[in-house]
């Protein structure tokens, strides 16, 4: 048998230091401290960063836990607000807004999911709109927040938090993290790749300056270019724009004039959206749209006369094709971030996305060989996350009841049998999908599916069983309860403010 140490992974080269480098670049110095195995980034100033990606989702916080990040000080770092979830207007028809919380609607009344009994009533008439019965909605309609409480079983802990954030900051805020536990960070540009002649593994990197950066290990992040992955591996990019055809962006902060709310916002226009991402000291607006059905000016020109306030910045364009690489692990390198794929930013998944590949990278740490079966796994893992969260990206698309012929052409378009089963069986009787593995649990796709009016045909049989009137009581409760408890939450900005207060006083945990 070989010596163990001959095995094991040394040296480790991440390219990239956006907010994926960063973010992989922390979690390996955390989780590899006490194994002596050498980390280096190498980033390239006069690239530069993607330079947007603001909004996220619940899980960060697992994430920034795990790294023994204290929330409060991430939010002074990083002029984070708090996201209770996205509020979707003009989605279905014009007029309509709904919001996708981080969180449930109601609370089970009877054997039934409650859905279910909400779909009856309304039909009879008895029900009120649906995201009247969410708690982290209706705390988001009045700019309101406090922290879940711990009680599990009560109805005010029906709901999660994420951050809005200046997603540089955040970056420059995991730089530090990393180097002071010892990743070294290399200004300069890669202009060349070594790879073995026999197993196609890269060796080395040669940088501008002539230096030679070797390695057992290494971690593509340098963003949509693939550098690692696709220019020198050549791995092969699934292209997915057939089903998620908006492929460009202009993004421009403006100034705040009116007190933010906790969530994010989306706004369907002719063709694309735009999204509204409050921070601290600005607010971020983008307009994602394809090019087939408008044109730059004329998308740059709608972004900027639908700002709430003055722009601080000259509007940035931005050019993508959703897809992914057919493998996201190839010998002994790991895509992660926009190297590895890209799926538009609707629901803020990208972040995410680059925490899953951080965190089944950490499960399936391979040895210098990169067992072939490790990678095959990592891989059917990593085709799940971004299978699942394309599909639930599509739901949004292909439920619109617009006019424009963007619009019609996103309901017409060939659709992933994954999904069509999906609004099949929500629409015959109901049924939300369940899955363990992936983002977007039912929560998430009831959300949706009734925010952009898809009602099922009928409801749970067992719904039937309850009486009219203990029925709207029961709705009537909830919704009662709702009001009473997000009335009585912090204004959002009060509760930045008294937190940010309290970390500069303690040590900074915020439960
Ligand atoms: C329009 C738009 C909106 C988005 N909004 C969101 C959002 O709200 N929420 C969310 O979660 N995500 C969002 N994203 C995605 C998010 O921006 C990215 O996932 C995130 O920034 C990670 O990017 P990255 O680190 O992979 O790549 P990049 O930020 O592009 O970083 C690449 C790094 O590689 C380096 N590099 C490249 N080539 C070389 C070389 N030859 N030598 C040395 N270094 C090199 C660069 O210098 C840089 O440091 C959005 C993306 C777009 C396009």
Redesign the pocket.
């Known amino acids: 048998m070989k010596d163990r140490s001959e095995q094991s992974i040394r040296e480790i080269v991440i390219?990239?230091?956006?907010?994926?480098?960063w973010m992989t670049a922390a979690a390996l110095s955390h989780r590899l401290a006490t194994t002596g195995t050498n980390i280096r980034l190498?980033?390239?100033?006069?690239?530069?960063?993607?330079?947007?990606?603001?909004?996220?989702?619940p899980q960060i916080r697992d994430f920034n836990r795990m790294l023994g990040i204290k929330e409060a000080e991430l939010m002074g770092r990083t002029s984070a607000t708090i996201k209770l979830g996205i509020e979707f207007r003009d989605w279905g028809k014009t007029g309509d807004h709904y919001i996708h919380p981080f969180g449930v609607h109601g609370e089970p009344i009877g054997p039934a999911d409650f859905h279910h009994y909400w779909v009856k009533a309304r039909a009879e008439g008895a029900a009120e709109e649906f995201g009247r019965y969410s708690l982290p909605i209706a705390a988001a309609r009045r700019l309101k927040f406090n922290l879940p409480p711990g009680n599990p079983d009560s109805l005010l802990q029906s709901y999660s938090y994420a951050f809005q954030f200046d997603?540089s900051l955040y970056?420059v805020f995991l730089a530090e993290y990393a180097e002071a536990r010892g990743t070294r960070r290399i200004e300069?540009?890669?202009?060349s790749v070594k790879c073995d002649g026999d197993n196609g593994f890269i060796r080395s990197l040669t940088?501008e300056s002539g230096e030679q950066i070797t390695g057992d290990l290494f971690i593509d992040?340098?963003?949509?270019?693939g550098?690692l992955i696709e220019q020198e591996l050549q791995t092969g990019f699934a292209d997915w724009s057939d089903y998620l055809p908006c492929n460009r962006?202009f993004?421009v902060p403006c100034a705040i004039s009116d007190p933010v709310g906790p969530f994010?916002r989306s706004t369907a226009r002719s063709a694309g959206w735009q999204?509204r991402?409050p921070l601290q000291h600005r607010i971020g607006n983008?307009h994602?749209y394809c090019d087939r059905y408008i044109r730059d000016q004329d998308a740059v020109d709608m972004l900027m006369d639908n700002l709430e306030g003055e722009p601080i910045a000259e509007p940035k364009q931005?050019f993508?094709k959703t897809g992914k690489r057919k493998k996201l692990w190839n010998r002994n390198c790991i895509a992660?971030?926009?190297?590895g794929g890209?799926l538009?930013?609707l629901e803020?998944?990208?972040?995410?996305?680059?925490q899953s590949g951080i965190m089944n990278l950490l499960a399936f740490f391979p040895e210098k060989q990169c067992a072939a079966s490790d990678a095959d796994e990592y891989n059917r893992l990593m085709d799940l996350e971004f299978d699942r969260v394309r599909d639930f990206l599509m739901l949004h698309y292909v439920l619109n009841q617009r006019e424009e012929p963007f619009w019609r052409d996103m309901r017409e378009m060939a659709w992933p049998d994954s999904l069509r089963e999906k609004v099949e069986a929500f629409e015959r009787r109901g049924l939300v999908p369940q899955y363990d593995q992936g983002l977007f649990q039912p929560a998430s796709w009831l959300s949706v599916f009734i925010g952009q009016n898809l009602l099922p045909k009928t409801w749970d049989l067992r719904v039937d069983a309850m009486a009219a009137d203990r029925r709207s009581a029961a709705l009537q409760r909830i919704k009662a309860a709702i009001d009473d408890s997000a009335g009585r939450m912090s204004e959002h900005l009060a509760f930045i403010e008294t937190y940010r207060a309290k970390f500069a006083g303690s040590n900074g945990d915020m439960q």
């Open positions: 390219v990239g230091g956006g907010t994926a480098g190498i980033e390239s100033a006069e690239i530069g960063t993607v330079g947007v990606g603001e909004a996220t989702l997603a970056a300069g540009k890669v202009v940088l992040c340098s963003g949509f270019r550098l962006a993004a994010t999204w991402i983008g994602v931005l993508f992660i971030g926009l190297s890209f538009e930013p803020s998944t990208s972040i995410d996305l680059i």
